[in-house]
């Protein structure tokens, strides 16, 4: 049974930091993608930060050079390091691991609000 558990979420002023983690079960994690998306009360889901099995990471100019995303293989576990915090980046932030186009799953999501 596949399982991504996020962690880390939680109330922060602007300007704040949070570290989001996302810890895998039931998969093969060091041969998957992963990823961090977001979705805000009546948008769209959102990517926020890819993380390829080889460690080659991407983001939106949105998040760029405020989030960080990083993997840790030994521990099955995905992190999504968030800085200089936003009102705007307040979502439900969900982990998606992927294995190519074939397989693809989703954690349940952790709120972040970002709000003095």
């Known amino acids: 049974q596949v399982q991504l558990v996020e962690s880390g979420g939680g109330l922060v002023q602007p300007g704040g930091s949070l570290r989001l983690s996302c810890a895998a079960s039931g998969i093969s994690f060091n041969s998957y993608a992963m990823a961090w998306y977001r979705q805000a009360p009546g948008k769209q889901r959102e990517l926020v930060a890819t993380?390829?099995?080889?460690?080659?990471?991407n983001y939106p100019y949105s998040v760029k050079g405020r989030f960080t995303i990083s993997r840790d293989n030994a521990k099955n576990t995905v992190y999504l390091q968030m800085n200089s915090l936003k009102p705007e980046d307040t979502a439900v932030y969900y982990c998606n691991a992927k294995y190519y186009s074939v397989l693809d799953y989703w954690g349940q999501g952790t709120q972040v609000t970002v709000s003095s």
């Open positions: 993380i390829t099995s080889a460690g080659n990471t």
